[in-house]
């Protein structure tokens, strides 16, 4: 059966990080995008073969939705004063 499954990837100086929300401690890294695409594929196939059928359902049909969210970073000038 094939399911969509939420993932995040995170890119730092390191290199990239990916985890999938709805399987608790499934995730992994890679050098390059595609590195750590293949990675958690692999890593969340591996994770869902050692649940019983009735589990994978549950996780997988929670609704993650993101977004992103403007934040005021203070300055020198205003840290102080706070």
Known sequence: ???????????????????????????TQGDTLD??????????????????ENEIMACLSREILTTSVGVEIPTATTASVA
């Open 1 to 27: 059966m094939f399911h969509k499954v939420s993932i995040v990837i995170e890119k730092d100086e390191n290199g990239y990080y990916a985890y999938c929300p709805e399987l608790e401690g499934c995730q």
């Open 35 to 52: 590195e750590v695409m293949a990675n958690i594929k692999e890593a969340i196939e591996l994770y869902l073969e050692t649940m019983p």
